[in-house]
Each structure stands twice: as structure tokens, then as C-alpha cells.
């Protein structure tokens, strides 16, 4: 098990006129090898959460436990959770500082205190699997289009080889194409390289689509955490909390509501097309 | 972490002194801490602390809040009554070697301490009382004369409010960057000057473009809405004198002729 949180309670400026709670007793257990898609509308307390992973911020009280050691224990290291627990902040490009890509990607290995020929392939390896090409190593982050900028930046934590990846909104801003490079891409971190991945988002569609677990936060709490499926089965509550489930479940349930009787578990285009067709053949 | 530092300290809260014309506020300060000037005989004290006690009251800002601000001035505070307790001439009380501690002394120092003390909290409690930009916009209306003599009074204002604005805007950012830069193993705490200051290049490079985004886009939103300098605006909640804004005029005016007529005739 890579992640397990208990208990988990998380107030800002506590004791003063802007104390709010922004976690209330959170209980998560995230396996090796999950891709988990952590929804919740603005404000109900993903981000902060996120940010409890790799210890950027402290609990007020509970405690979270990485391969079965507590992190708040004394001594703990932070800095080597902060290598295993990759953090991809939103809007990750607005945290680019290097001359070049090349140096700004190698930014997170070289703070590893690893060798130079280490950091160098790190460094290559990451850009390679975010599509940068070599030609635009040697130029500036600044000068890049948006996508580019942000696939960088993602560049940035990968090229520590994290064994978990959390990705805050990692597609906020970018446009249908763009979106779908960052996802697929991520994707394929999770099957080749078996990364456990947490996917912060308020898409459903774009977790849907990849996660095999959903995590559903209201008010600092945790409201569903189950398989895609039955999580969108109760799509008339994730509404009253502001979300939605996917287009797809919309269509499956209004199918069945007309009469047709088809399974309306399907979570994306492609099971619903299959779960439509093979309704069609039964019936014919 | 950075987010907790408060800027501007404004408490919120309703009370009568939140909701006073921020001008009064203003005017009503100014007049105080003249009056903290004046004050010499023991029934002007007296008089300054119920005011003050009052005002705190009405204010509904807690007691709490309130010394909190005193900590910034206590090394400024301790000097000067240790100064002012050694080194006034006068009718020794106590001794110690070359240290006298005199009988004159001992008031001036007290006095001296009580009229810092009450000067901060008096000015904090118009912090605490008034937002930012309430106070920018009374600014603004009191120097409005100065426009006479070519000072581009609401230039002045306008870019004091944006600066105050952005106080926030930046913590956060700055906190933000901060924290994503940690999440890729960058350390701040530990290492020479010259290495700390190298690892505040991933942190302010990034503030910096922020910065200049933020401005960009606030100038372009501020042109969109037809932003053309203070000529001829209007403003959608005029300052308005309202009653009791009235009355606290009278009040301090009344607190003011007090004082001096303790000093006339004590």
C-alpha cells in the first residue's frame, strides 16, 4: 500500500476571524499502481489535500502514512517523500524559472544530489515523455506555446522519478487538443511505467475516462470513494454538491428512462457505443 | 506559513467605528495623535485612556487582537522608558553604581511608555477599523485640494490601492511558487548567504513574469472598462457624511479642546 490517511483534519488560520476548515477527518487509502481521479468542486478541498501527500502542508490533526511509515514521525524525511511523491501543482508553467527547458527540468534531479551524467538522463528521459523534442531543450521556457510550457513543468517533477504522480487540475486552461496530450500521456506513465497516479480534477469526463477508482470531496469531506461506476450511479447527489457525472450517463440513463433496457453503467463514449451496438444486435 | 502574515490588518467585524465615514476616521486619528502630543498633566492621561478604553470597546475588535499589534514596538518601547528612567536628572531614588534611577525619572518614563503605547494602538485601531481601500478613498477625497497645485492626487491614490491590492496577491503567489518548488526538492532553509540567496532565483524569476502578467491584465481589464485617470469619474459608493459621522466629528473635536484646555489650565 503506498498511501494510507487517517483521520485527517486540516484548518486554516486557526483561532482567528478567517479560520476555515478545509479537511474534516479524511480517510484514504491509496494502492501501488491505482489511478485515482480525486474530484470535488472549487473549494471543497482537493487541493489541500493534495498538498498533504508529499508534506508541504501539515495536518492540525490525523495522520498519513507512506509505505507504512508515518510521515509525521520525528525525523522523518521529507525531502526524499517529496522525490517519491511527485506534485504537480496547477498551473505548473507559472513555476518556470530556467534560462532553458534543459536546465529548468533538471532543476528537480540536480536538488536529488545525484551525479551529473544521473541528472542529465533523468533529464532527457522526462522530456522524452512528455513529447518535448531536442531541439527546444536549449530554449527559453518563456518563449514556448502553453501546452508546450505546461508539459515542461510536468517534465520538472517527472525528472525526479516519482513512484507516485498527484497532478492538480493538469488540464485547467488548455484547450480540447492540448487536453487530451497531457491525459494521454499521463496515461501511459500509468501503464508503462506503473506509476500510481492521483488526478486532481472537476472534469468528469477526463477521469472517467483513466481512473479506476474515484475519490469525491464536499466541504472537506470525503463523499464517495469508489469505482467510477458506482460513483456516477449517484449522479443526482454529486449535482446537489455542484458536479455531475459524465454526458455519457445522461444519455444512457434518458436511452433506458424511453424504454430502451440497456445497462446504464457505462462511464465513457466508447462503453456506452459498445453497450448501444450490442443492444442493437440483441434486439435485432 | 507566509499566508498567515496579515497586511493591512483589517478585522473584520460590526461595530459603529467600522461603519464611520472613513474620513472621520482619518481626520479623527490625526487629531488624537496630535492631542497624544499635548497632553502633559495626569487628568489628560486619564482623559485619553477612557477615550481610547471607549473607542476600543465600540470598535468590537477583541482585547487580544489589539495588544498583539504592541509587539512590533516593545524593543522601541523598553529604550525608551530604560532611557528615559536612567537618564532623566532629578531627585535620586535609587542607585546602582553609575545607574541612578530618579524620581522624575520613574514619571517621565511612564508617561513617555503610555503615550507610545496609546499612539499605536490608537493608529491600529483605524487599521483594524477601516479596510485598504476605504482608506485610499478618504485619502484621496481629504488631499482632493492638493489637485490645485498640479499633484495628481487621484493618480496617487489609485496607485496606492492597486499596491495594496496586490499585497495579498502576491503572498499567495509567492507562498504558491514557494511550495511547488519545495515539491521538486528545493531547499531554502540550509547553506551559506550566498547559496540561500542562489535558491531564491526558482522563487522570484517566476514572481517576477506573475507580477508583470497580473499587471499587464489589470491594465488591459482597467482600459476595457474605460479607465481614463480620475477626471470626471464617479464613484459607485460616494463618500457620504452620514449622522453619527456627525457626531463623532463633534466628539473629537470636543476630546481635542479637552486637551489643550488641560494643558491651559493645569
Redesign the interface.
Known amino acids: 500500500m503506498a498511501i494510507k490517511i487517517e483521520n485527517l483534519n486540516y484548518v486554516y488560520s486557526p483561532k482567528t476571524a478567517y479560520e476555515k476548515v478545509a479537511l474534516d477527518k479524511v480517510n484514504i487509502e491509496i494502492n501501488d499502481g491505482d489511478f485515482i481521479g480525486l474530484i470535488g468542486h472549487t473549494g471543497s478541498g482537493k487541493s489541500t489535500l493534495v498538498q498533504h501527500l508529499n508534506g508541504l502542508l501539515k495536518a492540525t490533526s490525523g495522520a498519513i502514512y507512506y509505505n507504512g511509515q508515518n510521515i509525521y514521525s520525528e525525523g522523518y524525511n521529507f525531502k526524499e517523500l517529496r522525490s517519491k511523491v511527485g506534485l504537480v501543482f496547477q498551473y505548473p508553467e507559472h513555476q518556470l524559472f530556467g534560462t532553458t527547458i534543459f536546465e529548468d527540468v533538471a532543476f528537480g534531479p540536480s536538488n536529488q544530489g545525484l551525479s551529473k551524467a544521473e541528472i542529465d538522463e533523468r533529464t532527457r528521459k522526462a522530456l522524452d515523455m512528455v513529447g518535448i523534442s531536442e531541439d527546444l531543450y536549449e530554449s527559453s521556457p518563456f518563449e514556448i506555446s502553453g501546452g508546450q510550457k505546461r508539459r515542461v513543468a510536468i517534465a520538472g517533477v517527472l525528472a525526479m522519478e516519482p513512484e507516485v504522480l498527484v497532478l492538480d487540475e493538469p488540464t485547467a486552461g488548455l484547450d480540447p487538443k492540448g487536453r487530451d496530450e497531457i491525459l494521454e500521456q499521463i496515461s501511459k506513465l500509468h501503464l508503462e511505467n506503473n506509476m500510481t497516479i492521483v488526478l486532481v480534477s472537476h472534469s468528469m469526463e477526463d477521469v472517467a475516462k483513466y481512473a479506476n477508482r474515484i475519490i469525491v470531496m464536499n466541504n472537506g469531506q470525503v463523499k464517495f470513494n469508489d469505482e467510477p461506476k458506482a460513483v456516477f450511479s449517484h449522479y443526482k447527489e454529486l449535482e446537489e454538491i455542484g458536479l455531475a457525472a459524465p454526458a455519457v450517463t445522461y444519455i444512457m440513463d434518458g436511452l433506458k428512462n424511453i424504454g430502451f433496457d440497456i445497462d446504464v453503467s457505462a462511464t465513457t463514449i466508447e462503453e456506452a457505443k459498445k453497450e448501444i451496438l450490442s443492444y442493437i444486435s440483441r434486439v435485432q | 506559513m507566509i499566508?498567515?502574515i496579515t497586511i493591512g490588518q483589517y478585522?473584520?467585524?460590526k461595530s459603529i467605528l467600522h461603519s464611520l465615514d472613513p474620513r472621520v476616521k482619518l481626520v479623527g486619528t490625526f487629531l488624537y495623535i496630535i492631542s497624544l502630543f499635548i497632553v502633559k498633566h495626569y487628568t489628560a492621561y486619564v482623559l485619553v485612556t477612557i477615550f481610547l478604553l471607549s473607542a476600543i470597546t465600540l470598535s468590537k475588535v477583541p482585547l487580544k487582537f489589539i495588544v498583539k499589534g504592541l509587539k512590533q514596538i516593545l524593543i522601541l518601547l523598553i529604550f525608551t522608558v530604560g532611557f528615559n528612567l536612567f537618564l532623566t536628572k532629578g531627585d535620586p531614588v535609587v542607585e546602582f553604581g553609575f545607574l541612578t534611577i530618579t524620581d522624575q525619572g520613574i514619571i517621565t518614563a511612564l508617561k513617555m511608555g503610555f503615550r507610545l503605547i496609546f499612539l499605536i494602538i490608537g493608529s491600529s485601531l483605524m487599521t483594524y477599523t477601516t479596510t485598504p481601500n476605504q482608506l485610499t478613498d478618504g485619502l484621496e477625497n481629504l488631499l482632493a485640494p492638493l489637485n490645485k497645485i498640479k499633484i495628481p492626487v487621484h493618480e496617487i491614490a489609485m496607485m496606492m490601492s492597486i499596491a495594496l491590492r496586490f499585497i495579498p496577491i502576491l503572498v499567495e503567489e509567492t507562498d504558491?511558487?514557494m511550495?511547488?518548488?519545495?515539491?521538486?526538492?528545493?531547499?531554502f532553509e540550509s547553506g551559506n548567504i550566498i547559496q540561500r540567496a542562489k535558491s531564491l532565483?526558482?522563487i522570484?524569476?517566476?514572481l517576477f513574469?506573475?507580477a508583470f502578467r497580473r499587471a499587464n491584465d489589470l491594465a488591459m481589464a482597467m482600459e476595457a472598462r474605460c479607465y481614463r485617470g480620475g477626471k470626471g469619474r464617479t464613484k459607485m459608493k460616494p463618500l457620504k457624511y452620514d449622522k453619527r459621522d456627525m457626531i463623532t466629528y463633534f466628539v473629537m473635536i470636543t476630546f481635542f479642546i479637552l486637551i489643550i484646555s488641560t494643558r491651559i489650565l493645569f
Request: proline content about 13%; cysteine-free; charged content about 25%.
Open positions: 499566508r498567515d478585522y473584520p467585524a504558491k511558487i511550495k511547488a518548488q519545495m515539491a521538486r526538492g528545493a531547499d532565483i526558482p522570484l524569476v517566476p513574469v506573475s
